[in-house]
């Protein structure tokens, strides 16, 4: 049973740091592309960051590029989400993602966890 567990969120002031860890499990990710997505109720689930688990080569949202850095821990099967600088826009769910195949779609997600950006 594949499955992927965040971790990490919770209440942080804005300008500070959060990291959020995902634990996969159940298949093996070397091929995958594992991403971050966020969602804000009543908002659709936006791409925050991807990272390919084989090359290591990352993609960022404009919104985040420059705050956030992704990062793979292969010993641990674990991806991060190191989040510095944060600003109160920040404040969504933060689900973690694996996508198979390059050209296909994210196919298993996590539970989510609250990140909150207070002012």
């Known amino acids: 049973q594949v499955q992927l567990v965040e971790s990490g969120g919770g209440l942080v002031q804005a300008g500070g740091s959060l990291r959020l860890s995902c634990a996969a499990s159940g298949r093996t990710f070397s091929s995958d592309t594992m991403g971050w997505f966020r969602q804000v109720p009543g908002k659709e689930r936006e791409f925050v960051a991807s990272?390919?688990?084989?090359?290591?080569?990352?993609v960022y949202a404009d919104s985040v590029k420059g705050r956030f850095t992704i990062s793979r821990d292969n010993a641990k099967n674990a991806v991060h989400l190191q989040m510095n600088a944060m600003k109160q826009e920040d404040t969504a769910v933060y689900y973690c993602a694996s996508r198979p195949r390059i050209f296909g779609s994210y196919e298993y997600w996590g539970q989510g966890t609250q990140v909150t950006v207070s002012s």
């Open positions: 990272i390919r688990w084989s090359s290591g080569s990352t």
